[in-house]
């Protein structure tokens, strides 16, 4: 798990690069296919969705949305934050989808003894993307739980140069991406709450 492409996300005033963010969320469908496989091909899906209409607007635009926060407000200025596709409801969806792997992430590194993670994955989804979801999405997710991989299958598929699984470097990984996303999220969500745009 590489940690670099998330960590640079920030410039000065906590403004988020574009095109940094979105090469950073471009590999996480990857990370999450190699943990959990088909149990997370619906949220693997939805983030590179997601990635694709924001990377879309950007490219309209590209000197005026250098940075989320000003992709945004070339929305909010011509009052097209809620028009089909656009880059505020992808954002606001793939902030949703950010804050549900920082959570799946730090939940495998800390579930020590933990071998079934189905459980644990719903929790996940509990505190995060339940809410957004309709009935349909949810059955989706309940179903996909009983196709997660047990915890240590999952370690086994992130360790290093035939590294033991139990290697303390992969959890230590998992914990710094994760907090690394977590902090993103953070600042996205404070970015809409400060605008007045839809949470």
């Given at each position: 798990v590489s940690?670099?492409?998330t960590g640079d996300l920030f410039l000065k005033a906590e403004a988020i690069p574009t095109v940094a963010f979105l090469d950073a969320c471009a590999a996480i469908p990857k990370l999450l296919m190699t943990i959990g496989g088909k149990a997370v091909i619906t949220l693997s899906l939805d983030i590179s969705n997601n990635i694709s209409k924001i990377q879309t607007k950007q490219k309209l635009h590209p000197r005026k949305s250098d940075t989320l926060q000003a992709l945004i407000h070339l929305e909010i200025g011509t009052q097209t934050t809620h028009a089909k596709h656009s880059a505020t409801t992808a954002l606001?969806?793939?902030?949703?989808?950010?804050?549900?792997?920082?959570?799946l992430l730090l939940c495998i590194?800390?579930?020590?003894?933990?071998s079934d993670?189905?459980?644990?994955?719903?929790?996940?989804y509990d505190?995060?993307?339940?809410?957004?979801?309709n009935v349909m999405s949810r059955s989706v997710y309940t179903v996909a739980s009983k196709a997660v991989p047990y915890r240590e299958d999952m370690l086994r598929a992130l360790?290093?140069?035939?590294?033991?699984?139990?290697?303390t470097a992969v959890l230590t990984d998992l914990q710094t991406y994760g907090n690394a996303i977590g902090t993103v999220v953070k600042y996205i969500e404070a970015f809409y709450i400060n605008n007045k745009l839809l949470l």
């Open positions: 940690t670099q492409s606001l969806w793939l902030h949703r989808e950010l804050a549900f792997v920082k959570e590194a800390e579930s020590h003894g933990v993670m189905s459980a644990k994955f719903m929790e996940c505190r995060t993307l339940r809410v957004h979801h360790g290093h140069d035939g590294l033991a699984h139990t290697d």
